[in-house]
């Protein structure tokens, strides 16, 4: 069989069976629809929630009173330095551990004499 006589018994087929062409492919777009729906729903069922969550004052408190008892201060300052810093900025990482000064708030680091750090954001 030639590709032309194929060609042609397509044609023909189409032709003389259009009505019913048009019900197969109709199926097979719902029955694709209708599975696709599905699979949407089953995961749209298992989907968790996102959250967000605003901590309260008392929650903050208790955070920087973790961060303070584990890091030894909310502000890092070095011995022969002029500026504090937030424990994770970049100036505050280059101190080494023996020059590191720690302060539990901002004012007790100015009353030390020490200036915020321009480079850490926040301060």
């Known amino acids: 069989m030639s590709i032309r006589e194929l060609t042609s018994k397509i044609k023909l087929f189409v032709i003389t069976?259009?009505?019913?062409l048009f019900f197969i492919i109709l199926l097979l777009v719902t029955a694709c629809l209708a599975f696709g729906l599905g699979r949407l729903a089953q995961i749209e069922a298992?989907?968790?929630p996102i959250r967000?969550?605003?901590?309260?004052?008392?929650?903050?408190?208790?955070?920087?009173?973790?961060?303070?008892?584990?890091?030894?201060?909310?502000y890092v300052a070095s011995k022969s330095g002029?500026?504090?810093h937030f424990p994770w900025c970049a100036g505050a990482l280059r101190i080494k551990e023996e020059n590191k000064i720690w302060f539990d708030s901002k004012e007790q680091a100015e009353i030390a004499g020490y200036e915020p750090a321009a480079n850490c954001k926040g301060l």
Not at 53 to 71: C, F, H, M, N, R
């Open 17 to 20: 069976k259009e009505k019913d």
């Open 46 to 48: 298992n989907r968790t």
């Open 52 to 74: 967000i969550e605003i901590p309260t004052a008392d929650e903050e408190i208790s955070v920087a009173d973790q961060v303070t008892a584990s890091l030894g201060g909310l």
């Open 82 to 84: 002029t500026k504090y």
